[in-house]
């Protein structure tokens, strides 16, 4: 039985989240947004809301069928939401929240890459793995080709990413929409803001330093694998 959380905790998670990603500069204006799953339906941040200004009580909530039942009216994103959770269910059965940001490092990563025409991982992967840590927590980041906000096509191609990956052995907890920024699911809001964080963490280090290729080899990465159980 998976213990979702309650809706007047996911209330406060969602708020607490949103300013911390909001003070550190992870979001900006009103770009991003947040959705939790209830035992009852979703929880998702309003269109257009600030995230380091959310009420509790004016967060959006819909029913599983994606029907509006109370607070302001659900972020454009709501579609893509319910249809990560779904997707991400069948390999991970407790996966509960989605963050996207439009995080800066990773919109540059992803805006080098494509400019880069040599770049052998466009369409593929963000980043090789470059450390441990984002290995560990965060592996594997599909780039989605770019689409304009809102496109919903681009549900389709978020949903067959987390299939294949997940077919491969590999469950992902993240994508990157090209130009636009990441997409990340996981467990509770604390998880997903932990794993955005090492992946704007990784891209930042990747564009500073100038570097886009693997710094792990092969062995380096089953020993995480055999030590540390990392999905790779």
Request: charge should be negative.
């Amino acid at each position: 039985m998976i213990n979702l959380m309650d809706e007047h905790l996911a209330r406060e998670e969602i708020c607490r989240v949103g300013k911390s990603l909001f003070d550190r500069g992870l979001v900006h204006s009103s770009a991003g947004n947040i959705s939790v799953r209830l035992e009852d339906g979703f929880l998702i941040t309003p269109t257009d809301a600030v995230l380091g200004f959310l009420d509790p009580q004016r967060i959006s909530k819909v029913g599983f069928d994606g029907n509006h039942l109370s607070g302001d009216k659900p972020s454009k994103t709501l579609s893509l939401h319910r249809s990560i959770v779904k997707a991400a269910l069948g390999s991970q059965p407790n996966t509960a929240c989605v963050i996207h940001t439009h995080s800066t490092y990773c919109v540059a990563m992803s805006i080098q890459t494509h400019s880069n025409q040599e770049h052998k991982q466009f369409n593929k992967e963000l980043l090789p793995p470059i450390t441990p840590y984002f290995v560990m927590k965060v592996g594997h980041v599909p780039l989605i080709p770019y689409k304009r906000p809102g496109d919903e096509n681009v549900v389709q191609e978020v949903v067959k990413a987390i299939e294949d990956y997940a077919k491969q052995g590999t469950p992902i907890r993240t994508v990157m929409l090209s130009a636009l920024g990441p997409l990340v699911w996981h467990d509770s809001p604390a998880k997903a803001m932990a794993t955005l964080e090492e992946l704007e963490e990784t891209a930042k280090l990747s564009f500073i330093t100038g570097s886009n290729h693997s710094q792990l080899d092969a062995q380096s990465v089953q020993e995480l694998r055999d030590v540390f159980k990392a999905v790779w």
